[in-house]
């Protein structure tokens, strides 16, 4: 697996994250909605289930296409990139040094350098 497979891996990976919660929780719903018929009473808001695994698939969808101009803004050179591997750089996390972002491709910590005021 090369640095590049494995950063478009580690960014495409968490917008499958809401689709799988989404239909859990789906599934988790529509048990219990129809819980109530097997007692022989009448199902309240039948189409939620399908309503709420829905946005779960519009929310993974909207964060595929963020991720995917992301690497396409990569791939026309307007990102920042690790100097190592090339590969796109995480966003800024505060560390026991100051300021870094985290490779995306390859275990590289780059330093973020604040201007001198």
């Known amino acids: 697996m090369s640095y590049v497979d494995r950063m478009c891996l580690r960014m495409m990976v968490f ?3 809401p689709l799988a919660l989404g239909g859990l929780v789906a599934w988790l ?3 219990l909605l129809d819980l109530p018929s097997r007692l022989g009473g009448q199902t309240l808001f039948p189409d939620l289930p399908l309503q709420v695994a829905m946005a779960g698939a519009g929310v993974s969808l909207a964060l595929s296409l963020y991720q995917a101009l992301r690497l396409w803004r990569w791939r026309q050179g307007k990102g920042a990139s690790c100097y190592v591997c090339g590969c796109l750089l995480g966003r ?3 560390g026991r040094y100051g300021p870094y972002r985290k490779c995306l491709g390859c275990p590289t910590n780059h330093a973020v350098s604040k201007g001198l005021v």
């Open 15 to 17: 917008s499958l994250v």
């Open 92 to 94: 800024e996390r505060d």
């Open 29 to 31: 719903l529509a048990a």
